[in-house]
């Protein structure tokens, strides 16, 4: 373990002689800088906490113990270091990690545009639920997918990644009037077509930039 932690602090130390801290932080070598940096500090603390274990007392032992193997699950972490060895992995990782900021972008989109088609659709579901002509059944059908904002959110959701078949969807609710089964399919047109498929483009175009660094 000291080896191991002697071996990866000399390493780090030279790549910062080497490079350059600027460098090393730049965008193109920041994520596995500071997966090294990490790496570097759990070897540390796992040797001290390791060194105040031997040397406490059993009042203090047990939970110096506890910390000591939530320290060394960052352990883990060392069979990514691999990942510089292999161009490749390493660019898919990057890939991975420089994505994030888009990814949550695409999230926000998804969330608006659920959240509009749903308060649309959940009032003309509530309308045919809670009317008293309503056949029992049929109440019954569209509650289960559209008994709450939320609800109609995750059923807009499974339409779109496949989860549920968008027919039976829209199907359920057309008693409530062809505007709200049009309403369903013209949601599931726009993020397959529109949405899913831009974004698609932006990652692509991302990855292939990223590529040519």
């Given at each position: ?14 790549r910062l002689v080497a490079h350059g801290l600027g460098r ?190």
């Amino acid at each position: 373990e000291y080896a191991c932690a002697g071996v990866f602090t000399i390493e780090l130390a030279l790549r910062l002689v080497a490079h350059g801290l600027g460098r090393l932080c730049g965008r193109s070598e920041r994520a596995m800088f500071t997966l090294d940096v990490i790496l570097v500090l759990i070897s540390w603390i796992d040797i001290v906490m390791s060194m105040m274990y031997t040397m406490s007392h059993f009042g203090a032992s047990a939970s110096v113990g506890k910390i000591i193997k939530a320290v060394r699950v960052g352990r883990l972490m060392r069979m990514l270091r691999a990942v510089r060895f292999l161009s490749e992995l390493r660019l898919m990782a990057n890939m991975i990690f420089n994505s994030f900021r888009s990814l949550m972008w695409l999230f926000s989109i998804l969330v608006f545009l659920a959240y509009s088609f749903a308060l649309v659709l959940t009032q003309g579901a509530t309308q045919v639920i809670r009317s008293p002509e309503s056949d029992p059944t049929v109440a019954a059908g569209i509650s289960r997918f559209y008994g709450s904002i939320l609800l109609t959110m995750y059923s807009l959701f499974k339409c779109m990644t496949g989860g549920i078949s968008w027919g039976e969807v829209s199907d359920t609710i057309q008693p409530a009037g062809e505007f709200y089964r049009l309403l369903v399919v013209l949601y599931v047109f726009i993020n397959l077509f529109s949405v899913l498929n831009i974004v698609t483009g932006v990652f692509v175009d991302g990855a292939i930039e990223l590529g040519k660094r």
